[in-house]
């Protein structure tokens, strides 16, 4: 009758992890031979267990990351750029404690998004919230959130979040209102938050692609700095390794009418 009274009072208390647990060991003879202070520990341990299962599980789902990739399923055989140490040290999210922003840059088809999403993601793991944010839907909010006046509502939101990850950024050069778009998002969290942003031109060629040469400088001038930037290189993923561009075979040579493999006629 005491269990169930205090299996009753932990659900009322939202503890029904440890409820669970305390049926369990109540059922249990494993655990009769147990001290009073170990069984509780172990409720508690499954109680924080689950509590952090349940976070880790919301701000996943919050994030909405374009993959569900994690650091240990990043391919470091195949040659592009990738060094085990730098990603598995960022892995560890002190950059992220630290407020700097991470670059991931290369041609398409490399896994720039894959590698971006599972830093991301280790994030998440270790308490930090994210947000994925394809670029070219992201101008198309904030142009629509200026309308409609949410414009401040919308960027402040962002401006929370703990790792922001810009996929596909400058994959077309940006107007002068997109520019300034840009440099309200980034200037939120200069400083304060960090930002993932991946781009298929090099990071060289990022100030030309923004248009006006002050906001630029500006947007620039907060990202560079404590920028870890991870230079991809190599062939298209998507392709199969060791695969090789076909080629297409040479046509035949034409005929003469009489068909003997001469030229044809003029």
Not at 59 to 64: C, G, I, M, Q
Not at 143 to 157: K, Q, W
Not at 218 to 225: E, G, H, I, K, M
Request: with cysteine; proline share 4%; charged share 25%.
């Amino acid at each position: 009758m005491l269990n169930h009274q205090t299996i009753d009072g932990l659900h009322a208390l939202k503890l029904g992890a440890m409820a669970a647990g305390l049926a369990e060991q109540a059922a249990s003879a494993a655990h009769q031979g147990l001290s009073f202070e170990e069984r509780l520990g172990m409720l508690v341990d499954r109680e924080l267990a689950e509590r952090e299962d349940r976070r880790l599980q919301r701000y996943l789902k919050t994030a909405k990351l374009r993959s569900d990739a994690v650091v240990e399923d990043v391919d470091f055989r195949r040659r592009r750029g990738l060094e085990r140490p730098e990603i598995l040290g960022l892995a560890e999210a002190g950059w992220v404690r630290a407020h700097h922003n991470v670059a991931v840059v290369g041609p398409t088809g490399v896994g720039k998004t894959f590698l971006a999403c599972a830093l991301a993601n280790a994030a998440v793991r270790r308490g930090h919230t994210a947000l994925y944010l394809r670029a070219s839907r992201m101008l198309d909010e904030l142009a629509l959130a200026r309308l409609d006046g949410r414009f401040g509502r919308l960027t402040a939101s962002w401006a929370r979040i703990d790792v922001l990850l810009i996929d596909d950024f400058l994959l077309r050069p940006l107007s002068a209102d997109q520019a300034a778009d840009v440099l309200e998002v980034i200037e939120d969290r200069a400083g304060l938050r960090s930002v993932i942003i991946t781009s298929q031109l090099p990071i060289a060629m990022w100030h030309e692609a923004m248009g006006e040469p002050t906001v630029a400088d500006a947007v620039l001038d907060r990202v560079l700095q404590n920028l870890h930037r991870i230079e991809l290189e190599g062939e298209s993923m998507r392709r199969p390794e060791g695969a090789k561009t076909t080629k297409a075979p040479a046509a035949a040579p034409p005929h003469d009418v009489a068909g003997n493999g001469g030229e044809a006629p003029r």
